[in-house]
């Protein structure tokens, strides 16, 4: 398959600069990509393994505990240290390939037609990794009940000290500074109003985004799930490996149409599900 190269062949007059420009838009284009993804700054970068085999894993250790003293010389031996393997496979294969006929590349100029192509593919392939991210910690995210709360904030905080007080063999209570809310539209500018209410010097009103809510990150995003307005996380808790190849541009046969192809494989899994939180508004149901 021809590659950048290629492209140039096609177009009469095109100077070796054009070639350096293509090369380099493709590595803006993958960069964009991480810059555009809300999960790309949530997910979990600790990751081992070679991710052209399949699958990529990640541990989780647990917490030590503390005994009196001399019990490892009475046993012989001191704890051993306990992990647990979390594998991760890269399992989603997509794919954007499109064509473009020479009279428009001629029309437009090549960088002009790749730069817009390039551009939507950005916001192609975010929203992809995006609802995949958060639809995989939505289904593993505990549901947190604040049905009867009726000020946005008290159901927010609760939502927060859940995961604040969590216990068991991984986790001894969570520091906020280590939590991220991610917010439907509807309850950003809730938050967003709450905050336009508040007497205080350092509140500004006309600012889009307050960045932080009671210690909290909070981020707004249009790709979470239909009827998920609240999730709450630890960053890392979801892990989602990206494999993208750069562009190439290839002369369809018999044609005068150039085919622009990206192709990228991911996976995505929740690693720390015991730290993701979303909010429960139906009523409980009484057993008794």
Known sequence: MAKIESLNILIDGSSPAANDYLAELSGVVIENIQKATLSYKLKNQELSGDPVSGTVECRRFTNATSASYGSARTAGKGDAVKAKPVTVAIDQDKEIVEELEAKDVRLYSV??????????????????????????????????????????????????????NTHNDFVDGVPRDMMSLVLSTEYYGKIRNNLDKCQRANVDTAAGEFFAWHGVEVDSSTRLPVGCDILLMVKGAVAQPVMMDQYTAEKIPLSEAIAVELFYHYGTKAVTPDLIFGADFTEPQDNG
Do not use: M, P
Not at 115 to 122: G, P
Not at 126 to 147: C, G, I, M, P, S
């Open 111 to 164: 960088d002009d037609v790749l730069n817009r192509r390039a551009n939507n593919h950005v916001l192609t392939v975010a929203t992809a990794l995006d609802r995949a991210f958060f639809a995989e910690a939505n289904t593993n995210a505990t549901a947190v009940n604040v049905y009867g709360l009726t000020d946005v904030a008290d159901i927010l905080e609760k939502v927060i000290q859940e995961c604040e």
